[in-house]
């Protein structure tokens, strides 16, 4: 997290409310209010984290071991891999981390077309990985990395009793000082204040406006993400047509080899 734009919890829920009512509010962390901003919040966090094919929250894990004839490997329940677009796995030496080999991610119904090929690949299949072959001796003792999608860390604020005249349980201050789970905390802020204005009847009809606002944020990310710095290389090529464009060649052919539009001329 960059120090210099994150946002505690405390900063977060003060942008919430000053976002909604143009005032800088300071709520008091034992009350209902406070609670639930920091519940919209975490909603906000959750639906950041399934935007762009859940790859703000990517990481990888290590899942054990490769062991020689082993084919399937159990994964923990709490944790999915990601398996999309070109996401592949390694083989990791424990000692130097160094990647000693790679398996890509394929369908489960097409894995057993590779059995027979050296390379390694792997599907999953709810909370089991297999792989293409058994481990080999050779890759004894390697970890097995694969990437995943974690979830962000919510905020976790002590549960109130309901009885008014009970004291309050005060919420420890490492909560109150947690960073934001996400590099760009104004995109969780403005998800937080539309899910907050959806339960205000004051606030309602600003949440259209407010779900633009999160929107033309949310865009201007995905495009400084997925922007290219270079143009990418074009390689030059030829059409290797082999006739004349009206069809009349000296090799006898009706039509252009490479134009399907064409048609014979008798």
């Known amino acids: 997290m960059n120090p210099d734009v994150g946002l505690t919890l405390d900063e977060a829920v003060a942008e919430v409310m000053g976002r909604l009512t143009g005032l800088d509010l300071q709520l008091v962390p034992e009350r209902d209010r406070y609670q639930s901003v920091t519940r919209a919040i975490n909603l906000g966090l959750r639906d950041i984290a399934r935007e762009l094919e859940w790859s703000y929250y990517s990481d990888l894990e290590n899942i054990g071991t490769a062991h020689e004839g082993v084919k399937e490997i159990a994964l923990r329940r709490s944790i999915r891999p990601r398996t999309i677009g070109d996401d592949s796995g390694r083989l990791v030496h424990p000692d130097t981390g160094e990647t000693c080999a790679w398996f890509?991610?394929?369908?489960?119904?097409a894995l057993h077309k590779l059995e027979n090929r050296k390379g390694l690949w792997a599907s999953v299949v709810r909370h089991d990985l297999f792989f293409s072959r058994r481990f080999t001796s050779g890759e004894e003792g390697l970890q097995i990395h694969i990437p995943v999608m974690r979830a962000p860390k919510m905020f976790r604020l002590p549960l109130q009793s309901e009885d008014p005249n009970a004291d309050l349980i005060p919420v420890p201050a490492e909560v109150r000082q947690q960073y934001v789970d996400f590099d760009e905390p104004d995109l969780v802020v403005?998800?937080?204040a539309y899910h907050y204005a959806q339960t205000d009847p004051v606030m309602q009809p600003r949440v259209q406006t407010l779900e633009a606002i999160y929107k033309d944020m949310m865009y201007s990310l995905k495009e400084r993400d997925e922007r290219n710095t270079d143009s990418p290389p074009?390689?030059?090529?030829?059409?290797?047509?082999?006739?004349?464009?009206n069809g009349r060649s000296s090799f006898g052919y009706g039509r252009p080899l490479a134009d399907e539009r064409g048609f014979f001329r008798g």
């Open 104 to 109: 890509y991610f394929q369908p489960r119904d």
């Open 190 to 192: 403005a998800r937080a």
């Open 234 to 245: 074009q390689n030059d090529w030829n059409l290797g047509i082999e006739d004349s464009v």
